[in-house]
């Protein structure tokens, strides 16, 4: 870590969207984000041809378990060992299984039990390398770029989305499920040279001292910074509101609402295009913008006004307006989770980045998926209106707790 690590003034080379050393670390970001789309696509087609739909679904799914149980220890690992070197390693061994996948699937016909065994290792690296991963931008750029860096990251997020999928299908079109693995494990490694040459800021002298001790300890430890922090207690409750009640409607819950209103696949795809657009203008803002007066209070608003477009979404009768609806969602809870992330990483200690991404992070990756089969069996006795109301309803408590919070609703990025 000595040779790559460099004072904190000397990181920024003007505006983070034109510095070489965030654009290194977003080009290994991007890879390896398109590679785990591909990966997922491989592992449920695999899973698919293995069992029925449900126990594919239940497959692809089990990888959130350990993430829910893990994260937190994910987050003191980063905390102890630097993230860069965190991210690397775990990139390593997430590169390794999608190799075995791939390995598996070519030398024999893999059942179920397997599959769920490469999941459930996945979701154990995971783990490690999701609170890893969102604690580096913190520490390879300057406090006053922090918002342009997550404008960045959310726009590589939602082109590895975008392509992620095709690149999936025609992995498996080509060279079947093992070639899809491959395809994964290669993007995954082509991320693991330029992350090593990206270059990280040390820590300040009473900051950088090395942990040890028990990890819940250091768990508590981290827990304590967030709760006698003004800012951090109510966002980390906000983000975690916003995610719980986010995630279902718009994953399980957008097939679902093609599928009552007959719009077909290719309708749920033009949704999807339009909150994918949305989201990925928001994310554009912010890395040209780079800075937004009265933070706290625009991420709160957008929160809500993200929140009250779900609910409608599922009262539009057309693809055309549900997709005009997605826009808006993706526009306005695009523009509020950057700024969250982007708050809590300026507002994080400099030896607490990990510990603090992994509890603001814990519902969204590890909890949240796990309530998939409950918003299916509401959906199934409710209909989608009431599901969706009471999923955007509880999402939007999150911008309310923050609009209600003095000192997170005055809060501002650096400059």
């Keep these: 870590m000595s040779a790559t690590a460099v004072r904190p003034g000397s990181l920024t080379e003007g505006p983070a969207h034109r510095d070489p050393n965030v654009l290194r670390w977003l080009g290994g970001y991007t890879s390896s984000a398109i ?46 060992y630097g993230p860069r070197r965190v991210v690397l390693g775990s990139s390593t061994v997430r ?17 179920l039990w397997a599959l769920g065994a490469v999941a459930v290792l996945f979701g154990v690296v995971d783990a ?17 770029q922090l918002a342009r860096v997550q404008g960045m990251r959310a726009l590589a997020t939602r082109l590895a989305n975008v392509l992620g999928g095709p690149l999936g299908g025609l992995g498996v079109a080509l060279g079947g499920t093992g070639g899809a693995f491959g395809l994964a494990a290669l993007l995954i490694g ?14 300040p002298p009473d900051e950088g001292k090395e942990r040890g001790g028990a990890v819940l300890a250091d768990i508590r430890d981290g827990l304590r910074h967030i709760g006698r922090d003004r800012v951090l207690c109510p966002l980390v409750l906000a983000i975690a509101l916003a995610d719980l009640g986010f995630v279902g409607p718009m994953n399980l819950g957008l097939t679902l609402l093609a599928q009552e209103r007959g719009w077909g696949s290719s309708g749920m795809g033009w949704v999807l295009a339009g909150f994918g657009t949305g989201a990925g ?16 209070l625009v991420m709160a608003v957008a929160e809500i006004g993200g929140c009250l477009a779900i609910a409608g979404l599922a009262h539009v009768p057309t693809v055309v307006g549900a997709t005009c609806v997605a826009l ?10 950057a700024l969250s ?13 990990g510990r603090v991404t992994a509890v603001s992070s814990l519902v969204g990756f590890g909890v949240a998926p796990l309530t998939f089969p409950l918003v299916g069996a509401a959906t199934d006795r409710w209909g989608t209106g009431p599901v969706f109301a009471a999923c955007a309803a509880l999402c939007a408590l999150g911008g309310v707790l923050a609009l209600c919070s003095r000192s997170l609703r005055r809060a501002e990025l650096p400059r």
């Design 341 to 353: 992330g982007a708050l809590v990483q300026a507002q994080a200690g400099p030896a607490y980045v």
């Design 190 to 203: 082509v991320s693991l040279p330029v992350l090593w040459t990206v270059r990280v800021g040390q820590l």
């Design 95 to 111: 590169c390794l299984l999608v190799v075995t996948a791939a390995a598996m699937v070519l030398a024999t016909s893999p059942g």
């Design 128 to 144: 490690v390398f999701l609170p890893a991963t969102g604690a580096l931008p913190a520490r390879i750029t300057g406090r006053d």
């Design 328 to 337: 808006a969602v993706g526009l306005l809870a695009g523009l509020g989770g």
């Design 35 to 80: 590679g785990d789309n591909v990966y997922y696509i491989a592992l449920s087609w695999a899973a698919v041809q293995a069992g029925t739909p449900a126990q594919a679904g239940l497959v692809t799914a089990v990888s959130a378990v350990p993430r829910a149980l893990l994260m937190l220890g994910g987050g003191v690992v980063a905390d102890r």
């Design 281 to 296: 203008a928001a994310s554009l803002l912010l890395t040209l913008r780079g800075w937004v007066p009265r933070a706290g």
